[in-house]
């Protein structure tokens, strides 16, 4: 049985040079935002009297990342990214919440001392970000066949986004050491859940075939086919 992850997708053909260098920028921009959003979960706010957190904002673009590169580069492209960037997003998410620990600089030293509450959340990033990822890219790909663009980054945006959310506040802040996350983390996720959902739906989905072709055009010097037409490979 053929999975989606085994399929040849309808990407532009790329010489190796292409290839490293749109990897290269990829792989930065999903670290960026995995660390971006570990550090920015633990500031919380309160909105319309409704408790979220500052990582709302910054999460729902790993799903833009996400959904371009395997449009771009094809689902084996878009599997070696997204592995190749767990282990060092783990590290730089760990680091950088130990240093700038809740938005105050604590210095270097605070590294030899073990964060649990830390690491907790960059466990749950890591887990929530493999589980969202695989499933957007073996179970969305096959909506990205479909000649309606909008119905993959739609569908990976709602489905994709709730997973992800559940399982990030779920493994970070049940029982949390932090008071005020342990009592509050459903409140918030589901908060945040509903910023992803603006932000990604009125944002990116309008936005995303304009994006697209953009990218294309930056990464190779392949002229892309019009958003919309889908090339299969037998």
Do not use: C
């Amino acid at each position: 049985m053929t999975t989606a992850l085994s399929q040849s997708n309808a990407t532009p053909s790329f010489t190796p040079q292409q290839q490293r260098k749109a990897l290269g920028y990829l792989v930065l921009f999903h670290l960026l935002v995995i660390a971006s959003s570990n550090y920015l979960v633990q500031l919380p706010f309160t909105v319309f009297g409704y408790h979220t957190t500052w990582g709302a904002f910054t999460f729902p673009f790993i799903f833009l990342a996400t959904d371009l590169t395997v449009r771009i580069f094809g689902a084996g492209m878009a599997r070696k990214i997204i592995f190749r960037v767990m282990t060092p997003a783990l590290v730089v998410s760990y680091v950088l919440s130990v240093v700038f620990f809740q938005g105050e600089y604590q210095g270097l030293g605070h590294l030899g001392e073990f964060n649990l509450f830390v690491a907790r959340i960059a466990i749950a990033s890591f887990m929530a970000y493999l589980l969202g990822q695989i499933l957007d890219v073996s179970v969305f790909n096959r909506l990205r066949q479909l000649k309606q663009w909008w119905v993959a980054p739609t569908a990976s945006t709602i489905f994709g986004n709730a997973i992800d959310t559940i399982a990030f506040f779920g493994i970070a802040f049940y029982q949390s050491p932090d008071p005020f996350m342990a009592a509050n983390w459903t409140e918030i996720a589901l908060v945040d859940y509903s910023f992803k959902l603006i932000i990604s739906l009125g944002l990116f989905v309008p936005m995303y075939g304009v994006l697209l072709n953009y990218l294309i055009g930056k990464l190779t010097a392949v002229s892309p086919q019009p958003f919309g037409a889908v090339k299969t490979n037998q």
